[in-house]
């Protein structure tokens, strides 16, 4: 499990060419009536959306903690950050023109969100649950290149779930940092698996992409995750952000 820490003492260590990943438990003791002033308005439209109580806690606690975290990197309070979206929907911080520009992604996955923050280029994180619901057949035709469709099926069954979530979330990484999202087919993100087990970018919509950044992560036994950057960033931070630590400051 990655070690607790507190964003205030590692932020200033951020340098061009880093990555900070941070996990957040969704499901952990803090107050949400406290955490929803620092969401903006849209934020908590979006969150009052959610019907379900898990969902909207779950929604409340990830934006919140992406805020706090930014705070700490950029020095703008969390409820005053601004953000905007590229054509796709890929979201940005709105910051003077004398700051230099930082990057993020936020990946929800069950009772966890993945936050990665960069400097230096665009950054993807994607985490998912072992236990996800859902058919591993069907979603395999739908992520999945002819030619990974091939070499998934080679598996054995019993590998064939974590292996279409490693490279599921290898592929939901690439195309958040790509800022192309799901405009395009997941099929035509291809990931290879050489005998490293390090997953390889070997094309993006027929592109070969020999400069990105592509790397796995596995939080405990029951996450799978990934970050992707179109440089060749370094991760220098694996951490726990710990919402109720952060209250009590």
């Known amino acids: 499990m990655w070690p607790t820490a507190r964003p205030a003492n590692v932020a200033p260590a951020l340098a061009r060419g880093d990555v900070h990943l941070w996990l957040v438990e969704l499901d952990g003791a ?6 929803l002033p620092v969401l903006s308005d849209a934020e908590r439209m979006v969150a009052a959306g959610h019907r379900a109580d898990e ?14 975290l930014l705070q700490a990197y950029v020095h ?10 590229g054509r796709f929907g890929k979201p940005r911080t709105v910051l003077p023109r004398f700051m230099p520009p930082i990057h993020f992604s936020l990946s929800h996955g069950g009772r966890r969100c993945l936050i990665g923050i960069a400097r230096g280029g665009e950054v993807g994180v994607d985490i998912e649950p ?7 057949s069907s979603m395999a035709i739908a992520v999945l290149s002819e030619s990974e469709h091939a070499r998934w099926r080679a598996l ?9 979530l490693r490279t599921w979330t290898c592929k939901e990484a690439v195309l958040k940092a790509s800022g192309i999202g799901l405009s395009i087919s997941p099929r035509r993100c291809e990931i290879e698996w050489p005998r490293t087990q390090v997953p390889r970018l070997a094309s993006l919509d027929g592109q070969a992409m020999p400069e990105w950044t592509l790397k796995g992560l596995e939080p405990d036994s029951t996450f799978v995750g990934s970050w992707a950057a179109q440089a060749p960033l370094r991760a220098t931070l694996h951490a726990v952000f710990n919402q109720a630590l952060e209250e009590s400051a």
């Open 76 to 85: 703008i309070s969390a409820v005053d950050l601004v953000f905007a979206t």
């Open 30 to 35: 803090c107050d949400t009536g406290r955490l």
């Open 130 to 136: 072992i236990d996800r619901r859902g058919d591993i």
């Open 156 to 164: 054995s069954p019993c590998a064939r779930r974590s292996s279409l």
């Open 55 to 68: 969902r909207r806690r779950r929604y409340i606690v990830a934006h919140a903690a992406l805020r706090q």
